[in-house]
T-cell receptor
């Protein structure tokens, strides 16, 4: 069974700080996605990474896919209260009945 | 382009009742997946429909069922509700023939009392 482990589970920081959250697996994925979910809402897709070693930037967010395509990280620079939410990673492997495998998420609180 | 629409947003039901939730995917998307989300278990995959056929199924009891119509709209039904069925039910649509990027609706918050 493929699993995605996210760490840390909870993170509370002050506005302006930097942070990194991780998404790890022992399995290889053909692509990996990051989502952000606000309370009472559905997850919103932030980015998809498909190539080992790939780095993508979305304003203050930097996403990296591991060289072996088994792990990924999300780095936020100068966090703002608007970054507060649940960050979820999801891996896709065409061989796994085309299902997305989801991590449990990192709950981030950015305090003003 | 309109997003994924789920109705209703909130529901309160009594144990033993049944419930039907609705999802309208993004126009042109033929794949619809349903998830149950609870604080302790995260996103749990229920099933996926593609062109009116169930293509994938998660590990949920038979009380959970779904269907998809010719216009790609989907419904899920939960019969004989239990307290543990209280959760946020999310629908996601995808454009590709395989489940890659998912676009979610706002969800239906179901409370079973």
């Amino acid at each position: 069974t493929q699993l995605l482990e996210q760490s840390p589970q909870f993170l509370s920081i002050q506005e302006g700080e930097n942070l990194t959250v991780y998404c790890n697996s022992s399995s290889v994925f053909s692509s990996l996605q990051w989502y952000r979910q606000e309370p009472g809402e559905g997850p919103v897709l932030l980015v998809t990474v498909v190539t080992g070693g790939e780095v993508k930037k979305l304003k203050r967010l930097t996403f990296q896919f591991g060289d072996a395509r088994k792990d990924s990280s999300l780095h936020i620079t100068a966090a703002q209260p608007g970054d507060t939410g649940l960050y979820l990673c999801a891996g896709y492997n065409a061989g796994n009945n085309r299902k997305l495998i989801w991590g449990l998420g990192t709950s981030l609180a950015v305090n003003p | 382009k309109a997003g994924v629409t789920q109705t209703p947003r909130y529901l309160i039901k009594t144990r033993g009742q049944q419930v039907t939730l609705s999802c309208s995917p993004i126009s042109g998307h033929r794949s619809v997946s349903w998830y149950q989300q609870t604080p302790g278990q995260g996103l749990q995959f229920l099933f996926e429909y593609f062109s009116e056929t169930q293509r994938n199924k998660g590990n949920f009891p038979g009380r959970f069922s779904g269907r998809q119509f010719s216009n790609s709209r989907s419904e899920m039904n939960v019969s004989t509700l239990e307290l543990g069925d209280s959760a946020l039910y999310l629908c996601a649509s995808s454009s590709a023939s395989s489940a890659t990027e998912a676009f979610f609706g706002q969800g239906t918050r179901l409370t079973v009392v």
